[in-house]
């Protein structure tokens, strides 16, 4: 588990223009990673949609944005595309930033366990260091409290 004051591991992710994202690439700049479990489905959306709402702000704020889940480019440019989403998606498509970040867990549903992803939020400093964690995330007003933080960095 990455935790406050911790170097964020160095990990890569795939992007949509066949590129690639990273924590080292980030460096220099504040970083917000937060992990979705799913494109398209109710929770991801509204979170997806009010990170991308405040886009601009958080550009002013010098922080860039990245929503990271397992899904496929393919399925995050859908998503993107379908809801006008204003910020980069991630693919994790081997689970190994979600490892990294210590979001890979186990979970459990009407009695079944699984491995997914935690809904999870980080905001990385300039110098790369984790400087807030969320984790059990909760939508609602969510990207506002993250976006307080990141202005008072």
């Known amino acids: 588990m990455v935790d406050v004051g911790e170097a964020a591991p160095d990990v890569a992710w795939e992007v949509g223009d066949g590129g690639q994202g990273s924590t080292t690439r980030h460096k220099g700049r504040k970083l917000v990673i937060y992990f979705y479990p799913k494109d398209d489905t109710s929770g991801c959306t509204r979170e997806a949609q009010d990170f991308s709402e405040l886009a601009s702000d958080f550009a002013k704020a010098g922080t860039e944005v990245v929503g990271i889940s397992r899904d496929s480019i393919k399925s995050h440019g859908k998503f993107r595309d379908k809801y006008a989403l204003q910020v980069e998606l991630g693919s994790d498509s081997e689970g190994l930033v979600a490892e990294g970040f210590g979001v890979w867990v186990e979970k459990s549903m009407y009695g079944r366990k699984y491995m ?38």
């Open 116 to 153: 997914g992803i935690e809904r999870a939020t980080f905001l990385i400093d300039a110098r790369g260091k984790v400087a807030k964690v969320w984790r059990k995330v909760k939508v609602p007003g969510h990207a506002a409290e993250v976006l307080d933080a990141a202005r008072a960095l």
